[in-house]
């Protein structure tokens, strides 16, 4: 079974160390090592990790939008808030991010790895959050104000980054995933990963459908120019 590849996105370094540390002991897990001094979607884009331990101060605006906009562009990969202390209106903008999960940074090394493990499997442990009566009330009343609109909105299919659209426009041309990994110089292994990402996105059936949403939509000619 292949590992799953985690990157600790934390402006900390003895933190990213000491997370870094603890992660490299588990035999079914891969620390991807992460810059801060780099952009943190580029570092994502390049290697698409399974999971990101986002442990920026989730207090700030920027820490929560960071999340958010993982979630939405990179749907693959599953992002786990680490807050110094969540409460709950924490918890609350934290299952608005769809994160998969939420961690006190204090949490115990067990919980970690099993958080993770369970995050690469599918699960939302932070759906237990909603046992907590504040946070439940707060989901409630968030649906109910959905509820009330009487315009039924289209969904909107999230952007494709950069990279997609050039793999997008690669299949447009007749490419094969193998084909466009030569192309590009990646793996074929990294080729499925975003096809995947764009058929989840538009909410295509195949690629064939993907192309032609992106075509009818306009974003594979905005994206594609160079």
């Not at 370094?13 to 580029?42: H, I, T």
């Not at 693959?76 to 807050?83: A, E, G, Y």
């Amino acid at each position: 079974m292949d590992k799953t590849r985690v990157m600790i996105i934390d402006e900390q370094e003895f933190f990213r160390a000491g997370v870094n540390q603890l992660l490299s002991q588990q035999p079914d897990l891969e620390v991807v090592e992460y810059d801060p001094s780099k952009d943190p979607f580029e570092l994502i884009e390049a290697n698409l990790p399974d999971v990101a331990l986002l442990g920026s101060d989730l207090a700030t605006l920027s820490g929560m939008e960071l999340g958010r906009k993982i979630t939405r562009l990179y749907p693959n990969t599953k992002v786990i808030m680490l807050s110094p202390n969540p409460n709950d209106e924490e918890l609350f903008e934290i299952i608005k991010t769809a994160a998969v999960a939420c961690l006190n940074k204090k949490a115990s090394a067990e919980e970690l790895v099993s958080t993770i493990r369970r995050a690469r499997n599918g699960e939302y442990p932070i759906n237990e959050s909603l046992a907590r009566p504040t946070v439940a009330k707060q989901v409630l009343k968030q649906f109910q104000d959905i509820a009330s609109i009487s315009k039924v909105m289209e969904a909107v299919a999230a952007p494709l980054t950069k990279r997609e659209a050039q793999i997008l426009n690669y299949i447009a041309q007749g490419n094969s995933n193998k084909q466009i990994a030569y192309i590009l110089d990646i793996s074929e292994q990294t080729i499925k990963n975003h096809v995947s990402s764009i058929l989840r996105k538009l909410n295509a059936n195949d690629r064939a459908h993907a192309v032609a949403l992106a075509m009818r939509n306009g974003w594979l000619l905005a994206e594609g120019k160079s």
